[in-house]
């Protein structure tokens, strides 16, 4: 598939069919995300692959209990066979930029204007959402608002990384588009400038 195209085609797919995710087209998507570009080409990013219901289940169970699933809006993402979660780390670009050739020895977070870690992170996670598109597949982008730490300790994520959200992965089954959708898109010249705001 074309790149523009598969930009264009891309959207978030909160309902997904319950067959596998073949493992060559999962390991497209991921050695894309581990081709993303990153600062200092420090690669300070990770990717924890949920495959299956058990593993997707006990995802499930650390940030969105059973008991809380009750009329929930989307329960064909509950369906997803993939999860996989882009974990940045803070302190890989620190050890990077106080090599040699960056020369910040002092490690000082001050320097950074923003956080790389989790830029280049959100870079690598979109190369999956794209990759996805280009394999015929559906991916969702979402947060993870709870259970952090039981999600750190059922999967053993070291403290050194952390999840900057979570994907959803599989085969699209027909859904309702977000709400959000009906503000469309900001017209060009409202996004984009040349030479002067």
Same mark, same amino acid.
């Given at each position: 598939?074309?790149?523009?195209?598969?930009?264009?085609?891309?959207?978030?797919?909160?309902?997904? #069919?319950?067959?596998?995710?073949?493992? #060559?087209?999962?390991?497209?998507?991921?050695?894309?995300?581990?081709?993303?570009?990153?600062?200092?080409?420090? !690669?300070?990013?990770?990717?924890?692959?949920?495959?299956?219901?058990? !593993?997707?289940?006990?995802?499930?169970?650390?940030?969105?209990?059973?008991?809380?699933?009750?009329?929930?809006?989307?329960?064909?993402?509950?369906?997803?066979?993939?999860?996989?979660?882009?974990?940045?780390?803070?302190?890989?670009?620190?050890?990077?930029?106080?090599?040699?050739?960056?020369?910040?020895?002092?490690?000082? #977070?001050?320097?950074?204007?923003?956080?790389?870690?989790?830029?280049?992170?959100?870079?690598?996670?979109?190369?999956?959402?794209?990759?996805?598109?280009? #394999?015929?597949?559906?991916?969702?982008?979402?947060?993870?608002?709870?259970?952090?730490?039981?999600?750190?300790?059922?999967?053993?994520?070291?403290?050194?990384?952390?999840?900057?959200?979570?994907?959803?992965?599989?085969?699209?089954?027909?859904?309702?588009?977000?709400?959000?959708?009906?503000?469309?898109?900001?017209?060009?010249?409202?996004?984009?400038?040349?030479?002067?705001?």
């Amino acid at each position: 598939m074309e790149l523009g195209e598969a930009i264009r085609r891309r959207r978030m797919v909160r309902n997904f #069919e319950e067959r596998p995710v073949p493992p #060559e087209a999962l390991e497209r998507v991921l050695d894309h995300a581990r081709r993303a570009p990153s600062a200092g080409h420090t !690669q300070g990013f990770a990717f924890l692959a949920l495959v299956g219901a058990e !593993q997707v289940g006990r995802f499930w169970d650390c940030t969105f209990p059973a008991e809380r699933r009750d009329g929930f809006r989307w329960p064909g993402l509950l369906r997803a066979p993939v999860i996989i979660l882009p974990c940045a780390s803070k302190e890989a670009y620190l050890d990077r930029y106080a090599e040699d050739d960056k020369g910040w020895v002092d490690r000082d #977070e001050a320097r950074w204007p923003v956080p790389y870690w989790d830029i280049d992170c959100g870079m690598a996670t979109m190369t999956i959402l794209l990759t996805a598109v280009d #394999e015929g597949l559906g991916a969702l982008f979402f947060g993870i608002f709870d259970g952090l730490p039981a999600l750190r300790a059922e999967f053993g994520i070291p403290d050194e990384f952390h999840p900057i959200g979570a994907v959803a992965l599989g085969w699209p089954a027909p859904d309702e588009p977000s709400p959000s959708l009906r503000r469309g898109r900001r017209p060009d010249n409202e996004v984009i400038h040349h030479g002067l705001w």
